[in-house]
């Protein structure tokens, strides 16, 4: 018995779904990894074009690999903190759970789509693939042949899954770190406490020890495998990297050792042992410190993890050299463009014919797949109606954004036996 948890914790929307061999949370893990949606993450970019290449990894690589650390990190937490003990303990199969479904709402083209989303959803509700992540498990988990249905998780992978709680109305039409308004409920839910829930910029700052968890566990595994991915297509090298330190000797300062690391690393043809040995140097750097003030009747926010800073200062240069020698590339820029200008044209063509009626949908054309217009032609509004269609988007794997894009825009390419989104 783990007295790290109570009833609340597992409680479904759906209610108690009666005796079964798993726990709760371990219910929670095997529905998101025999989901759909989670196998669609291996022809979702993480960083690199997805099939472009054999070696590198996707969505799904990379959230398998940042659910082992979460696990890892759960485990050295119990075998070294003096909080926890063999009967009180955060649970590594809720971890899991979180860290496996936690990019389950990223569209294609990496976070260069997610922006291109917000844009076209920015007067709309905005678009986030956090927010979207909560959307699929609450709302569109699971197809039947009436609509969609949610996962129905427990409250405590709701909650770890929540990495920000500021509703998109509360921000400002900020372009990230937002849940939609509609989602309100789910904040509301989780909040296991008779204070009034926070709002606003102070909702963000509440993040379960789960939640925390899987968001280390997340940082660890971009911010050491993006450079590995870079260093074998060949967007790191050795050159590129001591030119670029020329301007950035300030960061370098603060983790001057990583930077000698990373040029070791270089040198050498196969990078991934002495990544690997960085991987199990990032677990071991946080600890577990006591929440005060806690007001929630819950353990799950009576604790908060800490990094070790020599790791933290290693982990936010490493994370800036990817982002200006590898995403800012002239190769990745020009792919993001490229993802870009595609859904805006499938937004554009599905909007014109679904939604607002000026396209050519009266002349009988329906180029969507029969369920995918009900669903659209049966939302209740047009904003709604406009979700749907972000929800269609965000939901194509790269293939399929490219795939719809030819058949629609390019004169020389049709297939009738192309499979289309459904």
């Not at 009666?18 to 709760?24: I, K, N, Q, S």
């Amino acid at each position: 018995m783990n007295r790290f948890y109570q009833d609340a914790d597992f409680a479904r929307a759906g209610g108690d779904r009666g005796e079964d061999y798993r726990t709760p949370f371990a219910i929670d893990r095997d529905r998101v990894i025999h989901s759909p949606l989670f196998r669609k993450l291996q022809a979702k970019t993480q960083v690199f074009l997805s099939g472009e290449y054999d070696f590198y990894r996707t969505r799904l690589t990379h959230s398998i690999e940042v659910a082992q650390i979460g696990r890892s990190i759960v485990q050295y937490l119990i075998s070294n903190s003096p909080l926890l003990s063999e009967d009180f303990h955060p649970d590594a199969d809720l971890v899991e759970a979180c860290c496996l479904a936690h990019d389950l709402g990223h569209p294609p083209f990496g976070h260069a789509g997610e922006r291109a989303l917000h844009n076209l959803m920015r007067d709309r509700g905005g678009f986030e693939g956090n927010a979207q992540t909560l959307r699929l498990l609450t709302k569109n988990f699971y197809e039947r042949g009436t609509g969609f249905k949610g996962m129905d998780p427990t409250l405590a992978c709701l909650d770890g899954v929540m990495k920000y709680k500021r509703l998109y109305g509360e921000s400002e039409q900020a372009p990230n770190h937002f849940i939609y308004d509609d989602q309100g409920i789910f904040r509301e839910r989780i909040w296991l406490s008779d204070t009034p829930v926070p709002t606003g910029l102070n909702a963000n700052e509440w993040k379960s020890l789960e939640c925390q968890i899987m968001d280390w566990a997340d940082d660890t595994a971009y911010c050491l495998n993006d450079l590995i991915d870079g260093k074998k297509a060949g967007f790191l090298t050795i050159e590129k990297l001591e030119k670029w330190a020329v301007d950035n000797g300030e960061a370098i300062a603060k983790s001057e050792r990583a930077f000698n690391e990373l040029l070791e690393v270089l040198r050498k043809e196969n990078p991934d042992p002495l990544f690997g040995r960085k991987v199990g140097n990032f677990i071991r750097a946080v600890h577990l410190e006591e929440n005060p003030g806690n007001p929630l009747k819950t353990h799950r926010y009576a604790y908060r993890i800490t990094v070790d800073p020599i790791i933290e200062a290693e982990a936010s240069l490493y994370k800036k050299i990817a982002f200006d020698l590898i995403f800012r590339s002239p190769q990745l820029q020009q792919i993001e463009y490229k993802g870009t200008f595609i859904l805006e044209r499938l937004f554009g063509a599905i909007f014109d014919h679904y939604v607002d009626g000026t396209g050519q949908r009266h002349h009988g054309i329906a180029f969507l797949p029969p369920r995918a217009g009900k669903l659209i032609q049966e939302a209740e509004n047009e904003s709604e109606k406009i979700r749907v269609v972000s929800d269609l988007l965000s939901g194509l794997s790269d293939t399929e954004a490219l795939r719809m894009y030819k058949r629609l825009f390019d004169p020389d390419f049709a297939s009738i036996a192309d499979l289309t989104i459904g």
